[in-house]
């Protein structure tokens, strides 16, 4: 019963943040406009660039209406209980986490060119302990101890000059897709397993 | 030792069912959720949900409202404060009876 009832918990508290599907078109989206940059770049101005980003973003939108519908068909829909205040906390949160990000990125791009330091290790070690964060709240979430470990071994390798933005895209579109997809799988993998158990337990 | 079994025999025996017990810790995580998910949650069948959802709502630590979305029925549950006072407490205290089997478990090793 222990083990059944801790899956329940752990399913019911992160049921949200499980349906991955939504974050890996995120990823899947960042990893497209990473790979087009070159070309992006060489369009020039925002009136050329726009017939190539646009179809980008609709298909991004499009992806997350289908998957919030697929998810509501498959798994229902709900209100998740937040205590007062939760909600701007974890905005803050969110946002002191992309500003860092950012900054991350900035001051790997200063030592590039003050010290020739071409490894994006700041940024990397950022998004590692954010991982590493993740997975230790939630031990069925411990994929993202490997994606952490991951990001840390890719910014440890020399990067091409001016790099440090193209590998902070590559590093949230791969760990978005990536782990979107397994907490996907997590999710199906656990909802089928206390199916079982509830069976078992329902007599 | 006597206050462990009183403490486990004093425990509220509409929380303490298994699958009662499942649906109000997955209750606990929402302001309210539909059958669905709540099925999906507790993998119990529709039927046994149904049923222990009506003795939970009996108990009054339930609340469920039954309306039509387009031509769909759509069931929605939320956790009334009684409900949520009452898995909290549960959780507590099943807590503080662990503490106390494992004090009275480690305490003739120690002595």
Redesign the interface.
């Known amino acids: 019963?222990t083990g059944?009832?801790e899956r329940?918990?752990f399913?019911?508290?992160h049921?949200e943040r499980l349906r991955g599907l939504q974050s890996a078109a995120v990823g899947l989206v960042l990893l497209t406009l990473a790979a087009l940059q070159p070309v992006i770049d060489r369009l020039g101005s925002l009136e050329r660039r726009l017939p190539l980003v646009l179809p980008i973003v609709f298909v991004f939108l499009g992806l997350q209406l289908l998957t919030r519908r697929l998810y509501e068909r498959r798994?229902?829909?709900?209100?998740?209980?937040?205590e007062p205040g939760a909600k701007a906390t974890a905005a803050i949160r969110g946002g002191a986490i992309f500003i860092w990000l950012f900054a991350a990125a900035l001051i790997d791009h200063r030592l590039e060119h003050d010290l020739g330091w071409s490894h994006p290790i700041l940024t990397g070690l950022t998004g590692g302990a954010w991982g590493v964060l993740v997975s230790a709240h939630a031990p069925e979430r411990r994929h993202y101890l490997w994606l952490a470990v991951g990001v840390i071994a890719a910014s440890l390798f020399p990067w091409p000059k001016d790099s440090q933005f193209l590998f902070l895209q590559l590093m949230l579109g791969a760990v978005s897709l990536v782990g979107g997809v397994l907490d996907h799988l997590t999710l199906v993998r656990l909802?089928r397993?206390?199916?079982?158990?509830?069976?078992g337990?329902?007599l | 030792m006597a206050k462990l079994f009183e403490g486990l025999a004093d425990l509220d025996r509409t929380v303490h069912e298994p699958a009662r017990l499942a649906i109000l810790t997955a209750l606990s995580a929402f302001e309210s959720t539909d059958f669905l998910s709540l099925q999906k949650l507790t993998g119990l069948t529709p039927g046994n949900l149904s049923v222990h959802l009506t003795k939970l709502e009996e108990a009054g630590l339930v609340g469920i409202e039954k309306a039509f979305a387009g031509r769909k029925p759509r069931t929605s549950v939320r956790l009334k404060p009684a409900g949520r006072a009452a898995i909290e407490a549960y959780w507590r205290r099943m807590e503080s009876l662990r503490k106390q089997a494992v004090r009275w478990g480690n305490g003739p090793t120690k002595a």
């Open positions: 019963m059944y009832l329940v918990r399913l019911a508290g049921f798994f229902g829909s709900f209100v998740p209980h937040r909802t397993r206390v199916a079982e158990e509830g069976r337990e329902a």
